[in-house]
């Protein structure tokens, strides 16, 4: 039996109201896990997303104003709340997302970290002063919030992707608007009256959900009132909002696609790289754009790491994720689960030996088994397309210099993973990769502390760390003769 539906808002959250979309039109939400409708939401038009951005720009003053210190405490009380009510939140995300719990419980945990460590940053927001170089007047430099950010969140994390942008936003004084995706709105509409219920004042945050997607946001990216945009989401989507976004100069954070390369070479501690490998790959049910896409294994060691490999993902259990003991739920919808069926039998028909998995299983729901592939060429799709499901492809090379250059050929640079047990080429290859982030002997990056992000076309700016925050504020320089 699906178990039910936790109590969430399913309305607009505009300028501290909960509201209809225009004429009242909503939008079915979907189990994954059953095809079935879990619930309706509001479906936002035109008009209610340029409320959302009235309201946005109408609270940005006196947010602006609002002490440091109470910005981070409304932050601070939001991360208790979504702790204590992680079980809620967990079963919400899994019903509308298809993860199962543990996952959930996992981004939850990831995701509400976010606002703990924001909330610290926000009473850390600081400029200079210095002395010119010839002596004559004195420099100093203020920071100072962006403005109104416009945010638009992926259904892969539907909390995670969200709090990073609204907790650095939140801490420096800016006021938003949030789009979450179709397929996952509800745990977006549930952070909103946690905020709402923290005491953040109405009009900062605005979420918007909507299945008339361009339509609605291109006019708020075109408003001359809006200073920032935020995107995580695919690469093909991000070019097109940074065109539109050169209209208004905006600032633009862009967290895009990945295909991340693992590398294990042939001193690796095959332990380590086998639990690593099934981190890298299976969190998320692989549906993550950190996740292992082309694991690159030195010659000698690859029958192994393949069998291994295979055993660890053949003994993963597949099922509704709202059971206790699933390690492996659906994935969001038909369509992910035929463009992941596709890639495995291009890549069979080009030769691939199938280790585990690799075939779509009969019955209700959008499930793909674990699957390792073993023999492949470059030829394959799967070389250069992003998975985004529990499917690992083992390609192997013959040396260092050869590994490095198999990893970089790629359009995208989001993370590499490396498995060896000599620091020297650990340091050496991290150097040559062309990724904005690199994990040494370890299968996740992802950390609230650390700067996330890519390079190439796997987007720009970073989220976390210290530099998180920056992408919400200005730089102003004052020149003082005195
Ligand atoms: P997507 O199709 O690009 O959608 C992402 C968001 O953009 C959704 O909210 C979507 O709304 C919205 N969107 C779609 N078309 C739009 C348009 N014309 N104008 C404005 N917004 C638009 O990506 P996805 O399939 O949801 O997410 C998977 C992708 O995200 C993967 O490529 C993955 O690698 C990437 N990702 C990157 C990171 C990172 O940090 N680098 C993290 C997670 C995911 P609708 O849902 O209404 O279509």
Redesign the pocket.
């Known amino acids: 039996m699906t178990a039910s539906l936790p109590t969430t808002p399913t309305q607009l959250y505009i300028g501290g109201s909960w509201r209809d979309a225009e004429e009242g039109a909503t939008l079915a939400v979907e189990n994954p896990a059953t095809g079935d409708v879990l619930t309706h939401v509001a479906d936002a038009s035109v008009a209610d997303g340029r409320a959302a951005m009235d309201a946005a720009v109408a609270a940005q003053a006196d947010w602006a104003a609002t002490p440091p210190r109470d910005r981070g405490e409304i932050l601070r009380k939001a991360f208790e709340i979504i702790t204590e009510r992680t079980d809620e939140l967990a079963l919400l995300m899994t019903l509308e997302m298809g993860k199962p719990l543990k996952e959930s419980k996992a981004e939850i945990a990831y995701g509400a970290e976010f606002f703990r460590w924001f909330a610290e940053e926000s009473v850390r927001i600081a400029g200079r002063y210095s002395v010119a170089p010839n002596g004559a007047t004195r420099l100093l430099t203020m920071k100072q919030p962006v403005g109104p950010c416009l945010m638009?969140?992926?259904?892969?994390?539907p909390l995670a992707?969200g709090t990073r942008k609204i907790g650095p936003a939140i801490a420096a004084g800016c006021t938003m608007v949030v789009?979450?995706?179709?397929?996952t709105p509800l745990t977006m509409l549930w952070l909103a009256s946690v905020l709402e219920e923290a005491g953040l004042p109405g009009g900062v945050l605005n979420v918007v959900t909507?299945?008339h997607?361009?339509d609605v946001?291109?006019p708020i990216i075109r408003d001359p009132r809006l200073r920032k945009l935020t995107?995580?989401?695919?690469?093909?989507?991000?070019r097109?909002?940074i065109e539109q976004s050169a209209e208004g100069v905006l600032r633009v954070s862009m967290?895009?696609?990945?295909n991340a390369p693992f590398l294990v070479f042939e001193d690796a501690d095959l332990d380590k790289a086998v639990d690593g490998a099934m981190l890298a790959k299976m969190r998320n049910i692989g549906e993550?754009?950190?996740a292992a896409n082309r694991f690159l294994v030195h010659e000698t060691v690859a029958d192994e790491f393949g069998r291994r490999l295979a055993e660890r993902m053949s003994s993963l259990s597949v099922g509704d994720g709202t059971g206790e003991s699933i390690d492996v739920g659906p994935l969001v919808e038909e369509k992910q689960r035929d463009k992941v069926s596709e890639l495995v039998e291009d890549a069979k028909a080009k030769g691939a030996q199938v280790l585990t998995g690799g075939e779509v299983p009969g019955g209700a729901g959008w499930f793909y088994p674990p699957t390792v592939l073993a023999e492949l060429t470059r030829e394959s799709k799967i070389w250069s397309e992003?998975i985004?499901g529990p499917v690992a492809p083992i390609f192997t090379f013959t040396d260092d210099d050869e590994a490095v250059a198999m990893a970089n050929d790629t359009e995208y640079g989001?993370v590499s993973y490396l498995f060896t047990e000599n620091l020297s080429r650990a340091m050496l290859v991290a150097e040559r990769l062309e990724t904005g982030m690199v994990g040494v002997n370890q299968g996740v990056v992802s950390n609230p502390a650390a700067p996330?992000?890519?390079m190439k076309a796997?987007?720009f700016g970073r989220?976390g760390g210290d530099e998180g925050i920056e992408e919400y504020l200005e730089t102003k320089y004052v020149g003082l003769a005195l």
């Open positions: 638009i969140t992926p259904w892969n994390f992707m789009k979450p995706a179709s397929l909507t299945s997607t361009g946001m291109e995107f995580t989401g695919s690469t093909e989507v991000g097109s909002l967290e895009l696609g990945g993550a754009c950190t992003e985004f989001l996330f992000g890519g796997s987007g989220e």
